[in-house]
């Protein structure tokens, strides 16, 4: 039930949750916004109507407009925002701690607002939230790895990871997790319309919001490609759903170092049509 309702006393009438409804299906009433009972399961549940509401007159799914955060004000200035994007380095070198736990499910929360196709909101984290955690996944993937080079079945492709096993293996340096105290991974159905792109924008939420919790991030293209492809046993470890694809993989923890500027890259690339 989406248990759309409109607090009469507070309602103006003007009409704003009408036209913004993207599957238009609120429509005035007997003078207030309504929707018809059989035009219910069209709704997005995007919650649109109860964002745009100027006086908090509208509930919808069961959600009250007082536990919302107000916008009125409470945006980041576009300098602020810009400095934070410029400024977000990767990191690959961390302390050996873990991040308060507190921390972890604040960031996951946050990052679960990123948006989804259709609004789907199918995304799953599939979080490492303790060292000792990551220390068995790593082991677990360095022995994977080992079976497929000493078995020589290691794709060619892939010949790369013969090389990170070896300095693994000979000096301790792990290549592929950065020895990051925590990792991310995104996934989704295979089956909703844009799984991929679901997982990517989530972790871009979470990477951004997390450096601005003064938590380090970076992208773990080789953990992904070593968790999906050459050990695939893993996901059954981290417990990633089989029908699920895997978007990609981040790693985080407290930065062993902070950088003090934003660099400077080049002009755009952009085409105008």
Same mark, same amino acid.
């Given at each position: 039930? =989406? ?91 961390? =302390? ?178």
């Amino acid at each position: 039930m =989406l248990s759309f309702a409109i607090d009469e006393q507070k309602c103006t009438k003007c009409g704003k949750c009408v036209a913004d409804c993207p599957a238009q299906i609120i429509a005035m009433t007997a003078g207030y916004p309504a929707i018809d009972p059989e035009n219910e399961a069209a709704c997005y549940k995007c919650q649109h109507c109860l964002a745009i509401c100027p006086t908090a007159a509208v509930t919808i799914l069961g959600l009250v407009p007082e536990n919302s955060r107000t916008l009125v004000a409470a945006v980041p200035p576009p300098e602020q925002l810009e400095t934070l994007i410029k400024g977000r380095r990767s990191v690959r070198r961390y =302390l050996e701690e873990n991040v308060d736990p507190r921390l972890i499910q604040q960031l996951l929360d946050v990052a679960w607002y990123a948006p989804t196709g259709v609004n789907s909101r199918q995304v799953q984290f599939t979080v490492v939230d303790d060292r000792a955690k990551m220390t068995q996944l790593r082991e677990e993937i360095m022995a994977g790895l080992g079976r497929l080079v000493r078995e020589t079945t290691l794709p060619p492709e892939y010949e790369r990871f013969t090389t990170i096993l070896s300095v693994w293996e000979d000096k301790g340096v792990d290549i592929i997790f950065r020895n990051a105290p925590h990792l991310l991974i995104a996934s989704a159905p295979r089956q909703v319309v844009t799984p991929l792109a679901d997982c990517l924008i989530a972790l871009s939420y979470f990477d951004l919001y997390a450096q601005s919790n003064g938590i380090g991030t970076v992208w773990g293209g080789l953990a992904k490609l070593a968790i999906d492809e050459l050990v695939p046993d893993c996901r059954a470890t981290l417990g990633i759903p089989e029908d699920h694809l895997l978007g990609y993989v981040m790693m985080f923890g407290n930065p062993a170092i902070h950088y003090q500027r934003t660099v400077q890259h080049g002009p755009a690339i952009i085409h105008r049509m």
